[in-house]
């Protein structure tokens, strides 16, 4: 049974930073992709950040230069550096985790099999 588990939310000031994790397990397949999606109030759930099993990446416009996504393979867990947080960063962030594996579909939250239960971020003026 594969359970992905996020931490690392919280409330912080705007240009202020967070470290989200998310630890995997029970997945066994070689391949393989993973990603940070994220869902504020009223919105639809929308794509931040994704890494394929040979270390592509792919971000969303609205993150780009100030998040970085990264993995731990030997941890099994997934990481996202949230750098120079701003008010609409505000959601709940969910790990995701795709049997696929297909690079160009990263940021596509229908790609994923596998989800976690979600870590809020709250970013104040």
């Known amino acids: 049974q594969v359970q992905l588990v996020e931490s690392g939310g919280g409330s912080v000031q705007a240009g202020g930073s967070l470290r989200l994790s998310c630890a995997a397990s029970?997945?066994?397949?070689?391949?393989?992709?993973m990603g940070w999606f994220r869902q504020a109030p009223g919105k639809e759930r929308e794509g931040v950040a994704g890494v394929d099993s040979y270390g592509q990446t792919s971000y969303a416009d609205s993150v780009k230069g100030r998040f970085t996504i990264s993995k731990d393979n030997a941890k099994n867990t997934l990481y996202l550096q949230m750098n120079s947080l701003k008010p609409e960063d505000t959601a709940m962030y969910y790990c995701?985790?795709?049997?696929?594996?297909?690079?160009?579909?990263?940021?596509?939250?229908?790609?994923?099999?596998?989800w976690g239960q979600g870590t809020q971020v709250t970013v104040s003026s």
């Open positions: 995701a985790l795709s049997r696929t594996g297909r690079w160009w579909l990263l940021l596509a939250a229908a790609e994923y099999n596998y």
């Open positions: 029970g997945y066994t397949g070689s391949t393989h992709s």
